[in-house]
C-alpha cells in the first residue's frame, strides 16, 4: 500500500507569491495533518482535518489556509508568502484523529526568495 | 496553555552507551506518542502510551508513561549508530491543538 504522499517535493516561491501544496493520506485514513518544520526545531501544528471538516487549527495566521476533498485529500494554502515561510512542510495522516498513529510523508521544502 | 517540555535538547553518547529522553507536560495528557526523525527524513511512530504507569518495550527501546500522566520517558539500552536521529513526544491535546515536544537531538559515536 502506498503511504502518504505530498507533492511538490521542492518549491522556490518569492516574497508576495502564493503557494498551494497537495497531500494525499493512507488508504483508508481520514485525517489529515498539516505541520511547519524549521530546520532544528520540532514540527509546528498547522490544521487538522477530519472527514472533511477542520479539527484544529494552529497559531499561525490567516495568510494559511486548508481544506480536504470527499477523496480525503488534501490541499494547504500560503498566500503573501514571507522569508518566514521557508521551512519544511509535512503532512500526516491517520485513521481517525491524532490520538492514534500518525503516517508522515516526505514533506515539501519550501524555500522563499 | 498546554505545553510539553523534552529535555536534554541534544545528547552525545558512545556507541554502547544509554541514553535516556524525558517529555515533561503542564497539564495530565490523555496519551502520549514517540516518533523518531532521522536526519533529512520524516518523524516515524515509534509507540503510544495511554495508561497510567505504563512501560512498553521494543527490543532496545523502554517506553514509560508516568503514574500522574504528566510526564513520559523513552530509554535506549546500549546505543547503535542506527539509533542517531531526534525523538519527539506529541500529545494530540484536546484535538484542537497538537503539542509536539522540540525533541531529543541523539548523536551515536562509534
Known amino acids: 500500500d502506498a503511504g502518504v504522499t505530498q507533492s511538490p517535493t521542492h518549491l522556490i516561491k518569492t516574497r508576495g507569491q502564493h503557494v498551494t501544496l497537495r497531500c494525499s493520506p493512507i488508504s483508508g485514513h481520514k485525517s489529515v495533518s498539516w505541520y511547519q518544520q524549521v530546520l532544528g526545531q520540532g514540527p509546528q501544528f498547522i490544521f487538522q482535518y477530519y472527514e472533511k471538516e477542520e479539527r484544529g487549527r494552529g497559531n499561525f495566521p490567516d495568510r494559511f489556509s486548508a481544506r480536504q476533498f470527499p477523496n480525503y485529500s488534501s490541499e494547504l494554502n500560503v498566500n503573501a508568502l514571507l522569508l518566514g515561510d521557508s521551512a519544511l512542510y509535512l503532512c500526516a495522516s491517520s485513521f481517525m484523529d491524532s490520538n492514534q498513529p500518525q503516517h508522515f510523508g516526505d514533506g515539501t521544502r519550501l524555500s522563499i526568495l | 496553555g498546554q505545553q510539553v517540555m523534552q529535555i536534554p535538547q541534544y545528547q552525545h553518547v558512545q556507541e554502547g552507551e544509554d541514553f535516556t529522553t524525558y517529555c515533561n507536560s503542564s497539564?495530565?495528557?490523555?496519551?502520549i506518542q514517540w516518533y523518531k526523525q532521522r536526519p533529512g527524513g520524516h518523524p516515524v511512530f515509534l509507540i503510544q502510551?495511554?495508561?497510567s504507569g505504563e512501560v512498553k518495550k521494543q527490543k532496545r527501546l523502554t517506553f514509560q508513561f508516568g503514574e500522574a500522566k504528566k510526564n513520559s520517558s523513552l530509554h535506549i539500552t546500549a546505543t547503535q549508530t542506527t539509533d542517531v536521529g531526534t525523538y519527539f513526544c506529541f500529545n494530540a491535546g484536546n484535538n484542537r491543538k497538537l503539542i509536539w515536544g522540540l525533541g531529543t537531538s541523539l548523536a551515536v559515536n562509534p
Open positions: 502510551l495511554v495508561k
Open positions: 497539564t495530565t495528557l490523555s496519551n
